[in-house]
């Protein structure tokens, strides 16, 4: 992990080299993401192509994984940004890069060494964006929090519906089903 000695301002951090596993800044100090492994790997893709496969064709939104936000003090990687079609920076219908901006959705999935609490605490960070929607999945508990817009947690399992429909109205998804996708016999 990079470690700094003082605390970076927005700016500061943006012209830092980047470094992988991807550094984010949370009010002024800097960390670095967990490496992903399997399972975390493997939900984010199946997730990741889930929204798309859903949202793309009916251009209400695009799931980029790994996309950096920034905003006031703060610059965070979500696992999986979903973005509103109107949002995504174009020219002439052609995505181009453009400066960080919150997602519509922020997906974190949690890694060996993170936890719940500590992704909470980040999802509110989000929400302190403007973010609309926060999703934490929970690979070990076959689990998925989502946070409201108070900053307070509502947990899923088994067949709960996992409720996007202020972005991706009628994306249909339960926790079951997205844990599925592990099971590979």
Known sequence: MTAVQRRLSLQEFLELPDESPALELIDGTVTQKVAPQWLHGLLQGSLTAAINGYAW????????????????????????????????????GKLVNAPPIPPDIAIEIISPGQTVSELIRKGRRYLAHRVQTIVIVHPEAE????????????TLRGDDRIDLDAVLPGFELTVQALFDVLQLD
């Open 57 to 92: 064709p009916k251009k209400l939104a695009v799931a980029f994984p790994e996309i950096r936000e920034a905003f006031g003090r703060d610059s965070l990687v979500p696992d999986i940004g979903v973005y509103r079609w109107e949002r995504i920076p174009r020219t002439a």
């Open 143 to 154: 689990s998925v929090v989502l946070l409201r817009s108070d900053g307070s947690p509502v």
